[in-house]
């Protein structure tokens, strides 16, 4: 929330040299620092107390490393990466990131869950695992987002943008105006029987033989 508004805020704000130097080299170390801190927990387990303070903090601390990317990327400071992310293909696979958000664990649990044997985990099993299920992860992904994702995005486009609401808006408007409530009825009948009733004068006049 707080990188929307400064988005939204400073779109167009012009960052000085040394600014973007400390802003590129604090988010790299960072970002390094959340993903190594733990590599070697694979030999050792931590402390209770490192543990928790790492729990505690190494989320807060990527989603401030990435925020600096975003917000370098959009306001013109990215430079050579905001090149790299603004590639074609990466628009693509953009589109199917929310489903391959949704996917993932899902591959990985059932691949986990089919395992019968002992596996000696190795640098190149990982990287082939990596890759199985990332491929696995795009296809299902992109299945799901055709036929779920992308008609409800388009149809949310066309209930905002069109006149669905503001005609119903209407039609209840007219409905409202056009009804009758009791007092009006009750006024209306006694106009047309005040009408019916004849004149003293009619009554008393005698008709000429």
Same mark, same amino acid.
């Given at each position: 929330m707080f990188l929307g508004y400064m988005v939204v805020k400073f779109r167009n704000v012009k960052l000085k040299r040394l600014t973007q130097v400390v802003g590129w080299c604090s988010s790299f170390a960072v970002g390094v620092a959340v993903l190594w801190a733990a590599y070697r927990w694979n030999a050792e387990l931590p402390t209770a107390r490192v543990a928790a303070v790492y729990?505690?903090?190494?989320?807060?601390?990527?989603?401030?490393?990435?925020?600096?990317?975003?917000?370098?990327?959009?306001?013109?400071?990215?430079?050579?990466? &905001?090149?790299?992310?603004?590639?074609?293909?990466? @628009?693509?696979? /953009? @589109?199917?990131?929310? %489903?391959?958000?949704?996917?993932?664990?899902?591959? %990985?649990?059932?691949?986990?869950?089919?395992?019968?044997?002992? %596996?000696?985990?190795?640098?190149? $099993?990982?990287?082939?695992?990596?890759?199985?299920?990332?491929?696995?992860?795009?296809?299902?992904?992109?299945?799901?987002?055709?036929?779920? $994702? %992308?008609?409800?995005?388009?149809?949310?486009?066309?209930?905002?943008? /069109?006149?669905?609401?503001?005609?119903? /808006?209407?039609?209840?408007?007219?409905?409202?105006?056009?009804?009758?409530?009791?007092?009006?009825? $009750?006024?209306?009948?006694?106009? &047309?029987?005040?009408?019916?009733?004849?004149? &003293?004068?009619?009554?008393?006049?005698?008709?000429? &033989?």
């Open positions: 729990a505690a903090t190494h989320r807060v601390a990527w989603c401030i490393a990435l925020s600096w990317l975003t917000f370098a990327c959009i306001t013109g400071h990215g430079g050579y990466i &905001e090149r790299i992310l603004s590639w074609g293909p990466f @628009n693509v696979l /953009g @589109n199917l990131a929310y %489903m391959a958000y949704l996917t993932h664990p899902v591959v %990985m649990l059932y691949h986990a869950s089919r395992t019968r044997d002992l %596996m000696y985990y190795s640098q190149y $099993e990982k990287v082939y695992a990596f890759f199985g299920h990332f491929l696995t992860t795009l296809i299902i992904s992109a299945i799901f987002y055709v036929l779920i $994702e %992308m008609p409800c995005t388009r149809l949310g486009v066309i209930l905002l943008k /069109g006149n669905i609401f503001k005609t119903f /808006g209407k039609q209840s408007s007219k409905g409202k105006t056009h009804t009758k409530t009791p007092d009006a009825d $009750e006024k209306i009948c006694q106009k &047309e029987k005040h009408e019916d009733v004849p004149l &003293e004068k009619d009554i008393l006049r005698v008709p000429k &033989e």
